[in-house]
């Protein structure tokens, strides 16, 4: 079955404790992408991978970093989580950058305390 | 910049009704247009497109949306509401002309729709 997959999918954690949220994807995808989803704002994009070793930011990006290393796989790291940065997660990928489709993830709901 | 507005952030309906979710848009170029669906503990999913060509778009589960251009506007309806389709919804839109090599999507805030029997 084509799918994102995301884990994990709740994660309760302590300031400054770093984690990291891993995606993975097995559509042969070249684009990956992060965005976070809080009350109000929507969706709105952390980072993006065009293809393997190709990141850039997007719209929210203090406080994340991200990998591609592997085509299937784009992980989301935060270093030193910061209360603010407790919402939901999601990856998405497409076939490529200039694809109008997205394939969504099922989601990581992070809570830092 | 683009930006999106989705008027109404809970929407309620009775089974059978109507559905009308409002999305307009404000880009100096009309852009790619779409409508997200996400079901209670799921990741979004593709609803419906606009791109190119006739004006009124059909999605899934009976959907559909139409872009018009003087209004700046890309209603989502459908005709009779069911209990399945109570979900949230986005609208999000893509420029025409891509920065770099990326179609970067800006989402609006999304509208609960509730769905009453």
């Known amino acids: 079955e084509a799918q994102v997959t995301q884990n994990p999918r709740y994660l309760i954690t302590v300031t400054g404790k770093k984690l990291t949220v891993t995606c993975s994807q097995n559509?042969?995808?070249?684009?990956m992408s992060w965005y976070r989803q809080d009350p109000g704002l929507g969706l709105r994009q952390i980072y993006y991978?065009?293809?393997?070793?190709?990141?850039d930011k997007g719209d929210v990006p203090e406080g994340y970093k991200v990998s591609r290393k592997e085509k299937r796989n784009f992980p989301l790291i935060l270093e030193s989580p910061s209360p603010n940065q407790t919402s939901l997660y999601f990856c998405a990928s497409s076939v490529t950058g200039l694809s109008y489709e997205q394939y969504f993830g099922p989601g990581t709901r992070l809570t830092v305390t | 910049a683009q930006s999106v507005t989705q008027l109404g952030s809970h929407v309620s309906v009775s089974e059978g009704a109507l559905v009308l979710l409002r999305c307009n848009y404000s880009s100096s170029v009309p852009p790619y247009l779409f409508w997200y669906v996400q079901y209670p503990n799921q990741g979004l999913q593709l609803l419906l497109k606009y791109t190119t060509g006739a004006t009124l778009v059909k999605g899934i589960n009976g959907f559909e949306a139409e872009f018009k251009k003087s209004e700046t506007s890309f209603h989502l309806t459908k005709p009779s509401a069911h209990m399945s389709d109570a979900a949230e919804y986005f609208c999000a839109v893509s420029p025409l002309i891509s920065s770099g090599s990326a179609r970067q999507l800006t989402f609006g805030s999304g509208t609960q729709l509730t769905v009453l029997p």
């Open positions: 991978s065009m293809n393997v070793e190709v990141t």
């Open positions: 559509m042969n995808h070249e684009y």
